[in-house]
């Protein structure tokens, strides 16, 4: 047959290469869709083989291959080949599937593994059955019983793209061969590896005695192994003196030292004593105990012994008499070399494949589903018997993670569920850190550790005990009892869930954790190390037995010194990390662990970390930083404290980063439970509460902290405060934190009982929810007592996450109050599921015992960011008062019975809240009078009048609420609704979605018009437009989806966050700022500039399209305020030419405070070297370690600037500039400011950055290509907005809700190398100020492109280019390639404009400006390269000349040369636009001169002018740049070698009157130029000296 494809494929596929070659199309953005099969039925024996010729990493799986019966011809192409059916075979991974179900789970080489360049064909045999074969190489039979007449079936699918057929026909000989002698060898192999591993090696296995004597079976007798000295105590380490004549190889020491830590672990799990106290049994046969197989003092060599009942059998177990005083170990070598090891059941989830001998599961597609990932083991656990497995792979994408436990029911006759907890019977799962059985939680905290943040390499086991406990282990640590019963018969189970895509089975003769498992072989060999002994035994010195040391096992980068006093880094400037060290017993209650610190070196940002831990130091593998540790660790970090791994306080005590050489730091657990940590001496207090006893204490030599040695003299250390909290504040009685009672009015704090995921700290003040990123809910907290009449309990939101936005746990935060008491009260996932005494605000709502009783209340709760206080109070008379910010709602409800308690709810995004200093009794008034309830209006966060919405709208809307609230009624669509007023410069117009209707697609549209509503028909349904989309009766722009339109033209693809997925509770807002330019905002963050250019009287206008059905107003009309002042606009003094009465403003500025003269702070990066009185800051070596803080804070609305000085070119990068929101004095900058954590916004290339987390894109100009002499400002207006400026130009809010103070913040990084701060006697480049500079003798006419020229409108030299673009280099090189003579190009380069996003924001230019005379627009042809050219002498240069027009022409690179040599447009050049003559009555209708156009020509000349060859000419590149007029060419780069296409044309001026304006040619239906009518387009001239050529412009793609 033909090797080729069929012409039928899916609808991804493209064809090339006469049908040999299939390629996806858009590989990156879709995965799927790319079935293509052969052009005829297989031949039999025929090897249909292709190619792959291309991969991408953006997707997981490969390629897959085939057959089928199905004719392609008729086909109806699924999305993948596994979705054909009807007699189709698959092979998938390392998976054969039939007709989508899978028949065989291990075969073969897996595909996925397959790299480029790799061949892969499919064949039927003569008997019918299907062969793979990968690289010429038969992967053996993978189905059986094929019928004839199959087409080979390739899937493009995930990774692979690309495929070619290379060949269709039967396997040589030469390759047959030597497949079968590849087969016999393998077969071979495997036959020698069965020997070895089957039969039991007796004769390698000796015997460990004296402290732990380790027992094998040989032939009936025992060998003994030398004996071990016990005084080993680096559990990291084995002891290397073992007997010379004792040889064992790698495997028979893994067995013997596997068999010591299986018989370790059982014994104790038996209830046997230290080791080393008993004898060991000798006997070679089985003990038997009761009716089980288990051995009893000596090890059983036996099978497996089982009972017919479906019973477990024990093999080799090792278990201890009850209460006996020694453990014996025997040689647990039964269960080790026998094939009945555990793996898993070959039945399994659908998404499952099982490899490495059913050892290893792994779910497919893990980046497209997320469950049906259960496996369960081969057989059922045996009583003391671990099963344990191995986390391989994680994907970043769900939430949830594995799960694993046990269940009584068999695979063969399972159906398996989705996800085990949806089993209903005989099922005990761990799921998180709590235990489920039947799918239901029975216990929440079962443990420290939470499943969901555990790390790929990371263990988990299980182990059925006798007594029919259930134990889980963590890496080797028991967890506890999770069940105290369980039946007799079980299976293990895990399920790959969530973030969970890849598991194997850790047996103990192969085990990978090498760490681990010699810390527990030590703790084998040396039973002493590490285990708690009596206190006059704590440490190996007689004469001090409590005496605080430091553990000899302590982190690979650190050392113990000085007997154990000292721990230091020894290599501290070469790592940062790795220095953990603990004490070497736990500390006492109310022991203070007392650290000074010696040494510190300046290389690192981070220092000396301090804490406790519940882990015994003898056998925990030690991480890299303490704060890695998940389970049993609380440490305080920097001026935080963290509860193993996770924030929870963000602002306790002194910043231990800004420690020196010679401070002191100290911890202590109190009786109490409650830890506290001290800072030379002083208590910071307390830091975390519950704390459980036997704590060892934990120092982490971190950065640059470097040596720490522990202080024995504690006599002179003060006393611990008997009171909790520093200053006046007395406890509450109930409150935890509390010693002494006291009825002091401020004592309101979080009770002691709460939610399961909430976490008390700070004394009682403050609440979080731990696990925030993988829980919403659970986080209830209440106050300590009962709410006094006129008491306000106000809390602030100190840390909200946007982790659940957009989704159905969206919500925020939940107040209100309860007359439940907290001891009473049962905790519910969330308040509003208590159906008694509860009274609740959810949002808008008022719920009292979980019905909503009230909609829109005055104030909503959704809309709160962090910063903002939520206040109740219970008046005198029983009624209920919200206050936001201070300000009360007004009443919520009435009737509420005395004795309410404060409730919280911290839901959804909101982490973490502290009860304020405001909370206690308020303003009495209210506890007497009688507010009556009455409607309150939608709370607007500006002060102001309400927005309204206009009476004209769509025909399926209604207004409701006096116009804040818009209601579509009927349809998808007519849904248009206009704002009642214009919108001001800057005035935000905001709604907020109230409901949305999941049977329709596409979602709210919101944009700026000009159409007035006032001139809209009196009847709403003959006016409108079905969509906002369609409406073009005037100019709209608009925001629909993630894309920006213009009058229904699409302007701008992927401008921010989509449209389509907001849903109820979201917030959309529109506003046009003083730039022109429109900017919309979702939730209250500034997507950016969406659109320029936008006229100035304009509405807002949405429409409830598709699934979004009411929105309602929740912004104001901004109040005239006389006396504000208003940010400085350079814009208005810019030199970039607008409209045409803009005149420079001398003088224009408002009259704001003077200014505060800004210098650099002395204390900075530590290659920075300052000069000029502190105004010039450079970097004086390396590429990093050059921040900058002025030391000045930034007033309000005062521009902050600096220029660039000197850059670099050998670095890559550049710098990044921002604002820090708290005191730079004693700030210890890291290396680069990204690594600045609190409290930042950072302005970093074209992005923003906020704590380093991104908040923004595509922000201005990118500041990598930012030229010498550029000057950047910063600006924070009167709404705590933060500006850019470049050059002077305003690029929009970068940040909202800058904080007071703030300073000005530089990374001199990368390339740039010098900058000085601009102030109003330091000169710019050039000489002149920028004030100055756009105050000269200044015309309008004088302005091209937005720059001041000086001849022929080059522009200024203090322009220059952006010396470090690539695309500009890129159109230069291509240029060169054209050989055209340099004599027509101008000599200075400085000429030369990049029209580049990035040079023409840096620039500032306009898209549009007006010239000549009478003026007309033209506009700047971005995207494009200007090279400017000479202007011949001959050329009239006078004032009259600068009154031409400017044009654009596209030409072909053919053209160029004849059309320099002329130095103007010819009509005989071969560009498209000169080839048509003239006519003076033409298709087009031009026998109307216009405005523009010659005098009419006498009679006489008419005929002679109609053969009068024309040239077209446009004010918009966007016409001309049509590939029609300037056909595209290819090139090859010859520095990069890459192929691109280029274009050519012409930047002309043109003599007003010597053209005539038309419509455009070629037929376009939708707009072509936002500014200019498709009528009006096109400029036609004959006149052969009304041009003069300007710059040649080239374009590359």
């Known amino acids: 047959m033909a090797a080729e494809l069929h012409p039928c494929s899916g609808k991804l596929i493209g064809l090339s290469n006469s049908n040999r070659t299939a390629q996806r199309n858009q590989p990156v953005q879709e995965f799927n869709h790319g079935l293509v099969l052969s052009r005829e039925p297989l031949k039999d024996r025929d090897v249909f083989t292709v190619r792959i010729d291309k991969k991408v990493n953006s997707w997981s799986g490969s390629i897959e291959i085939g057959v089928t019966s199905l004719d392609p011809a008729g086909l109806d192409f699924p999305s993948s080949a596994t979705g054909l059916k009807g007699g189709s075979w698959i092979v998938s991974g390392c998976s054969v599937l039939r007709d989508g179900r899978s028949v065989l789970e291990e075969y073969g080489r897996d595909l996925d593994q397959l790299s480029e360049g790799d061949r892969v064909g499919i064949q039927r045999s003569t008997r019918g059955e299907l062969h793979l074969w990968v690289n010429g190489q038969d992967c053996g039979a993978a189905a059986s019983g094929l019928p004839t007449g199959l087409w080979a079936v390739v899937d493009l699918y995930g990774k692979c793209t690309q495929v070619t057929v290379v060949s269709c026909e039967p396997p040589s000989l030469a390759e047959r061969d030597t497949e079968r002698e590849t087969v016999e060898e393998r077969e071979q192999e495997d036959e020698e590896e069965e020997v070895v591993v089957c039969g039991v090696r007796e004769e390698e296995f000796g015997g460990l005695t004296s402290a732990v004597n380790l027992a094998a079976a040989t032939n009936g007798t025992l060998e003994e192994v030398p004996e071990l000295p016990p005084t080993n105590n680096r559990p990291d380490k084995f002891p290397n003196n073992l007997e010379p004549e004792t040889v064992l190889t790698e495997h028979q020491l893994f067995d013997v030292l596997n068999n010591a830590i299986v018989s370790l672990y059982r014994s104790e799990d038996n209830g046997g004593g230290d080791l080393g106290g008993g004898g060991i049994g000798r006997d070679s046969g089985t003990g038997s105990r009761g009716d089980r197989g288990s051995s009893s003092g000596g090890g059983s060599v036996n099978g497996t012994s089982s009972d017919s009942g479906g019973g477990t059998g024990n093999t080799g177990s090792v278990n201890s008499p009850a209460g006996g005083g020694g453990a014996r170990l025997g040689a647990v070598t039964g269960g080790m070399l026998t094939n009945d090891a555990l793996l898993f059941h070959e039945k399994c989830g659908t998404l499952i494949k099982l490899s490495n001998n059913n050892k290893t599961a792994e779910r497919r597609r893990p980046l497209d589903e997320f469950n049906n990932g259960v496996v369960m083991t081969n057989r059922p656990l045996r009583h003391n018997e671990m099963f344990e497995i191995r986390i391989d792979k994680l994907v970043d994408k769900w939430s949830g993670s594995i799960e694993i436990g046990v269940t009584t ?226 440490m305080m970090t920097g001026n935080g404290v963290m509860h193993n791994g996770t924030t929870i306080l963000d602002e306790y005590g002194h910043n231990l980063d800004r420690l020196k050489a010679g401070d002191t730091v100290g911890v202590v657990r109190k009786e109490d439970g409650s830890l506290h940590f001290f800072v030379n001496g002083v208590a910071q207090g307390p830091a975390a509460w519950n704390v459980p006893p036997s704590v060892y204490a934990v120092v982490d030599l971190y950065g640059q902290a470097a040596q720490a040695t522990i202080m024995d003299d504690v006599a002179d250390l003060p006393p611990l405060p008997e009171d909790s909290s520093e200053g006046p504040t007395v406890m509450s009685p109930s409150s935890p934190c509390s010693v002494a009672g006291g009825n002091s009015a401020n004592d309101l704090r979080f009770h002691q009982l709460h939610g399961t995921n909430a976490v008390i700290t700070n004394g009682g003040r403050t609440a979080l929810r731990q696990n925030c990123r993988s829980e919403f809910n659970d986080a209830i907290v209440i106050s300590n007592r009962c709410l006094r009449d006129g008491e306000l309990f106000e809390i602030v939101i100190q840390k909200m996450v946007d982790r659940w936005s957009g989704s159905i746990e969206a919500g925020k935060i939940m107040a209100g109050v309860t007359a439940i008491r907290p001891e009473e009260l049962e905790f519910p996932n969330t308040m509003t599921d208590i159906d008694y005494d509860t009274w609740m605000l959810s949002g808008t709502a008022i719920m009292q015992d979980g019905n909503t009783m009230r909609n829109n209340y005055g104030c909503d709760l959704d809309t709160l960011t962090t910063g903002s206080r939520i206040g109740m109070m219970r008046s005198a008379t029983g009624d209920l008062h919200y206050y936001i910010n201070g300000v009360d709602q007004g009443v919520a409800c009435t009737g509420l019975p005395p004795d309410v308690y404060a409730v919280i709810d911290l839901y959804g995004q909101c982490v973490q809240v502290s009860i304020t200093s405001s909370s206690g009794p308020q303003d009495n008034s209210l506890c007497t009078s009688n507010i009556t309830e009455k409607s309150f209006p939608v709370h607007s966060p500006v002060a102001g009048v309400a927005h309204r919405l206009h009476s004209k709208h769509g025909k399926n809307v209604v207004l409701l609420g006096e116009g804040c609230q818009a209601v579509r009624v009927g349809g998808y669509a007519h849904g248009i609704v206009f704002s009642a007023k214009e919108l001001k410069t800057d005035e935000l117009f905001e709604v907020k979605i109230d409901e949305v209707d999941d049977q329709w697609s596409g979602s709210l549209h919101m944009g700026l018009t000009t159409l007035a509503p006032p001139e809209l028909p009196s009847c709403p349904m003959s006016g409108l437009s079905p969509s906002l989309t369609q409406l073009r009766s005037k100019v709209t722009w608009l925001l629909a989806g993630s894309e920006v339109r213009r009058n229904g033209l699409l302007q701008r693809q992927n401008y921010g966050a989509s449209l389509d997925r907001l849903t109820v509770g979201n917030r959309v807002g529109v506003k046009r700022c003083s730039d022109d330019t429109m900017h919309v905002l979702i939730d209250g963050e500034d997507m950016g500039p969406a659109a320029t250019a936008v006229a100035k009287n304009v509405y807002a206008v949405l429409d409830l399209y598709g699934r979004v059905t009411a929105v309602s107003i929740v912004s104001s009309s901004v109040l005239e305020d006389a006396g504000s002042v208003k940010a400085p606009s350079l814009s208005s003094d810019s030199c970039s030419e607008g409209e045409e009465d803009r005149t420079p403003v001398e003088g224009g500025e408002p009259a704001l405070v003077p200014n505060t003269v800004m210098t650099f702070l002395e204390n900075h990066g530590k290659n920075i070297q300052l000069s000029h009185e502190n105004l010039t800051a450079a970097r004086v070596s390396s590429y990093n370690q050059g921040l900058l803080v002025t030391a000045q804070p930034l007033p309000r609305q005062q521009l902050f600037q600096f220029q660039i000085d000197r850059l670099n070119a050998s670095w890559t990068s550049s710098l990044s500039l921002g604002v820090i929101g708290h005191s730079p004095d004693r700030l210890n900058f890291p290396s680069t400011a990204c690594c600045l954590k609190r409290s930042v916004w950072l302005l970093q290339r074209d992005s923003v950055f906020h704590n380093s987390l991104k908040i923004c894109e595509n922000y201005g100009p990118n500041l990598d290509t930012c030229p010498e002499g550029t000057v950047l400002g910063l600006l924070v207006d009167g709404n705590s907005c933060l500006h850019l400026y470049v050059n002077g130009m305003d690029q929009g809010v970068a940040a909202q809700d800058i904080p007071t103070p703030c ?259 070629l037929g376009a239906i939708e707009p072509l130029d936002p500014r200019f009518s498709n009528t009006e387009i096109e400029w036609i001239t004959k006149d052969q000296g009304g041009t003069l050529l300007y710059g040649l412009l080239i374009r590359v793609e």
Not at 552 to 560: D, E, H, L, M, T
Request: proline share 7%; net charge neutral; glycine share 8%.
């Open 409 to 634: 029911h068999n695979p063969n006759n399972l159906d398996y569920p989705a996800t085990m907890t949806n089993l209903r019977s005989g099922t005990i799962m761990m799921s998180g850190c709590g235990i489920l059985t039947n799918g239901k939680g029975t216990r929440r905290e079962y443990c420290e550790f939470s499943l969901d943040e555990l790390q790929e390499g990371d263990h988990i086991g299980l182990m059925h005990k006798a007594s029919g406990a259930l134990h889980f282990y963590i890496n080797g640590i028991d967890q506890g009892v999770a069940a105290a019963q369980t039946p007799a018969v079980v299976y293990a189970v895990v399920d790959l869930y969530g973030m969970a895509v890849k598991v194997t089975i850790v047996h103990n003769h192969n085990h990978s954790d090498r760490l681990r498992r010699n810390n527990a072989i030590m703790r084998a060999l040396s039973p002493d190390v590490g285990r708690p002994r009596p206190a006059h035994s704590l440490t190996p010195d007689p004469d001090t037995p409590d005496r605080l040391l430091f553990h000899s096992n302590c982190g690979q980068k650190a050392a113990i010194i000085s007997e154990g006093r000292t721990a230091l880094r020894p290599h501290a400037t070469d790592d940062f990390n790795h220095g953990v060290v603990l004490s070497g017993r736990p500390l006492h209650s109310n022991e203070v662990f007392q650290v000074r610190i010696d040494k510190m070196v300046d290389k690192w940002a981070g220092s000396i970390e301090i804490g406790v831990t519940t882990h015994n130091p003898a056998y925990l593998q030690l991480p890299s930083t303490m704060t890695n540790l998940r389970s049993g660790t609380w």
């Open 1303 to 1561: 300073y000005p913040l530089i990374d001199l990084y990368g390339q740039c190398e010098q900058v000085t701060i601009v102030t109003n006697n330091v000169a710019t480049v050039g000489g002149e100020s920028i004030k100055a500079r756009c105050q000269g003798d200044m015309e309008k006419a004088d302005m091209v492109d937005g720059i001041k020229e000086s001849v022929c409108w080059m522009p200024h030299p203090e322009v220059n280019p952006n010396k470090t673009c690539e695309y500009q280099a890129l159109c230069s090189r291509f240029k060169d390639l054209l050989t055209l003579p340099d004599g027509y190009f101008n000599e200075d380069a400085k000429y030369n404009l990049c029209y580049c996003e990035s040079c023409h924001k840096l620039r500032g230019d306009e898209s549009y400006y007006k010239r000549g005379e009478p003026p007309r627009d033209y506009a700047l042809p971005f995207g494009w390269c200007r090279f400017a050219l000479r202007i011949k002498p001959h050329c009239d240069v006078s004032n009259s000349f600068k009154q031409w027009h400017i044009a654009y022409h596209g030409t072909s690179v053919g053209a160029l040369r004849r059309t320099l040599d002329h130095a103007q447009l010819l009509s005989g050049t071969s560009s498209i636009f000169s080839v048509s003559p003239v006519k003076t009555e033409g298709p087009n209708g031009y026998s109307e001169p216009e405005e523009n156009s010659s005098n009419s020509l006498p009679d006489r000349d008419r005929e002679r002018d109609r053969e009068v060859p024309r040239v077209q000419l446009s004010p918009t590149m966007r016409y001309s740049g049509l590939e029609m007029f300037a056909p595209k060419v290819q090139f090859r780069d010859p520095r990069s070698h890459c192929c691109h296409q280029a274009q050519v044309g012409f930047q002309v001026c043109v003599r007003p009157g010597s053209y005539k304006v038309g419509p455009q040619t």
